[in-house]
């Protein structure tokens, strides 16, 4: 059986200081994603899911399955999607249009992103997705879910649990949301998009 391994940061764990603290990254990349993949290896074998994709598997499975696979997916992308921080970081490209396009400016776009982020109740993260159509769209998604479960195409997401950000803001959501911004890699995220 092939198993699933902790992705590999593609930066130093203390690269996107001061947005999220070298800290964070170890509990966060370190501790939670690893006990996800640990789980998600342990609960496959044997199971009807093991030879999947993870998309596979967060679009088939539920219970345990589901909620191991879909947090290692949401981690993957997220821990994937950022870069060391820069002042006024924004897209360009096609993306930026279709920001544009969809949502009036990319100001309208991220202040509608982190009012969804920050009026999430309880766990789980924000999204921007794709439709069929290349259409944007902003979604919430609770727990494990993933906007995969609902034929969208995920292109960026933070994450609202409390994991992703106690340790530097403690109950400032709103404020771990405002600065996520300038640490997001535009490139990625275009090239998700394409």
Known sequence: MVKFELTVLPYAPEALEPVISRETIG???????A???????????????EGLSLEEIVKQADGGVLNNAGQILNHNLYFGQFCVPKADNQPVGKLAAAIERDFGSFEAFKDEFQKKGATLFGSGWVWLSADKDGRLVITQETNAAN??????KPLLTFDVWEHAYYLDYQNRRPDHLAALWQIVDWTVIENRYN
């Not at 509990?27 to 994603?33: M, N, Q, R, S, T």
């Not at 993949?37 to 899911?49: P, Q, R, Y």
């Not at 906007?147 to 969208?152: A, C, M, R, S, T």
């Open 147 to 152: 906007p995969v479960q609902k034929g969208l």
């Open 27 to 33: 509990f966060h990349h370190g501790k939670h994603l």
């Open 35 to 49: 006990g996800y993949v640990n789980n998600l290896n342990a609960l496959l074998s044997g199971t009807k899911w």
